[in-house]
């Protein structure tokens, strides 16, 4: 049984640039949430994708956007990147009926993303 | 912003000895986790104590909540230098479920 698997791992980009990260959910899972996380910080989330809509969105710009595939499969966007927005960039998953109560999520192992 | 804050930041302790790990937040919760991050990659969930509960276990950790101080303990007893981690305590603030919020971390160093 796959976990949730993010790509690529490791990304460097210059500012100004725009980038796409991929995220496969746990099987069985169909909600995926983004969440940012800056060296020493905890997590941030970002968004949160259900039946391909943002469902919620937390404290970021939209710069940043996302999609979701019938697949349940999702993608970050970063458009007109800055220098702080380099960090670890994590993808989540759940299913639809944990969601809502704020239930354990999965975890990708992160796409490290830099920005010069 | 955070929600939580862990304390302390850092940690370092024996091979054998018991580590405890503190969280405070701010709003009332339906639940609150905590989860591990090894090496800055992936986050994974150890255990979920929900707000009617004051205690919970789950093999060496060992978890408190109380609400009326808005503070949770992690304890992990009889620590190997594979505990050796980051640990970070995430609560869904009420009327936002769908999301986690995390505090900023314990770095939890285990000498061998």
């Known amino acids: 049984d796959a976990g949730v698997t993010q790509s690529p791992t490791h990304l460097i980009k210059t500012r100004g640039q725009q980038v796409t990260l991929r995220c496969s959910p746990k099987?069985?899972?169909?909600?995926v949430s983004w969440y940012q996380q800056a060296l020493g910080q905890g997590p941030q989330f970002i968004f949160q994708?259900?039946?391909?809509?943002?469902?919620q969105r937390g404290n970021f710009p939209d710069r940043f956007s996302g999609h979701q595939f019938p697949n349940y499969s999702s993608e970050l966007n970063v458009n007109a990147l800055l220098l702080g927005d380099s960090a670890l960039y994590l993808c989540?998953?759940?299913?639809?009926?944990?969601?809502?109560?704020?239930?354990?999520?999965?975890f990708g192992s992160g796409t490290q993303l830099s920005v010069l | 912003s955070q929600q939580g804050e862990e304390d302390p930041q850092a940690l370092s302790i024996q091979e054998g000895e018991n580590a405890t790990m503190n969280c405070s937040y701010k709003?009332?919760?339906?639940?609150l986790q905590w989860y591990r991050q090894n090496s800055g990659r992936g986050l994974v969930h150890l255990i979920l104590?929900?707000?009617?509960?004051r205690e919970k276990h789950s093999g060496r950790l060992r978890v408190t909540l109380d609400t009326s101080k808005k503070s949770s303990s992690l304890l992990i007893t009889a620590s190997r230098a594979a505990d050796t981690a980051s640990y970070f305590c995430?609560?869904?603030?009420?009327?936002?479920?769908?999301?986690?919020?995390f505090g900023s971390g314990t770095q939890l160093t285990v000498l061998p």
């Open positions: 099987s069985g899972h169909d909600t």
């Open positions: 104590i929900r707000s009617n509960e």
């Open positions: 994708y259900y039946e391909e809509e943002e469902r």
């Open positions: 989540a998953s759940s299913s639809t009926g944990t969601s809502s109560l704020g239930e354990k999520l999965f």
């Open positions: 995430a609560t869904p603030p009420t009327g936002s479920a769908r999301q986690l919020t």
């Open positions: 709003t009332s919760i339906n639940n």
